[in-house]
């Protein structure tokens, strides 16, 4: 299976900490995106790495990949009580098909 | 912004009975897909479509579940004869020609079989 697996699966942090997240999956991929969703809510996009790079900023979120690892992480610095929500790895074969880890809860206590 | 929509947004049905699930994706896309995630469990990939035929399905897409693009616009998943494990929330999503593109989801049909 090439899913990504998050962990850790539950992170509970004080508001204003950094968050990190990881994934890792099994086989090749094309790219690894980064997903939110908030209690029984929809997927919100929030960052796509490709297979070539190394590291990818947006905002407060930074992402590494490590394709040696097969492996990536999310960090979310400063965090928010806003941010509280799921937070998926999804990865992205060749065929182009999408495959999501369990995800890691995140609870930011303000 | 230009967004995927998914009608209904909550359905109820008596098992054994036919649901068809619509989306609308974003006008210029050409990959549309179906997931679906089972109440506290993680999204699972069901179905992606392109050029008005299936291009990758998991096994959970057997033969009671279907996808259509009927008119240039919707796109919809249909399931024959649904079950109480059926119960679930599916989304619809899509994207552009790109293969780096993201894929943009619909905020998601709940689906629940009595």
């Given at each position: 299976s090439q899913q990504g697996e998050e962990d850790p699966q539950a992170l509970s942090i004080q508001e204003g900490e950094n968050a990190t997240m990881n994934c890792s999956y099994k086989t090749s991929i094309n790219n690894l995106q980064w997903y939110r969703q908030n209690s029984g809510r929809g997927l919100v996009h929030l960052i796509l790495i490709r297979s070539n790079e190394r590291e990818k900023h947006s905002g407060r979120l930074r992402v590494t990949l490590d394709t040696s690892k097969k492996s990536s992480s999310l960090l979310i610095t400063a965090?928010?009580?806003?941010?509280?929500a799921s937070y998926f790895c999804a990865t992205v074969r060749l065929s182009n098909d999408m495959r999501f880890g369990a995800g890691t809860r995140l609870t930011v206590k303000p | 912004e230009p967004e995927v929509t998914q009608t209904p947004s909550h359905q109820v049905t008596q098992m054994g009975q036919e649901v068809i699930l619509r989306c609308v994706p974003?006008?210029?896309?050409?990959y549309f897909y179906w997931y679906r995630q089972i109440l506290g469990q993680k999204v699972e990939f069901l179905v992606s479509f392109y050029n008005n035929e299936i291009s990758e399905k998991s096994e959970?897409?057997?033969?009671q579940f279907s996808v259509e693009r009927?008119?240039?616009s919707n796109f919809t998943l249909k399931i024959r004869s649904t079950k109480l494990e059926d119960s679930a929330m599916y989304f619809c999503a899509s994207r552009g020609r790109e293969s780096q593109e993201t894929q943009y989801f619909g905020p998601g049909t709940r689906l629940l079989v009595l």
């Open positions: 965090s928010r009580a806003a941010d509280t | 974003i006008s210029n896309h050409l959970i897409f057997d033969d009927p008119d240039g």
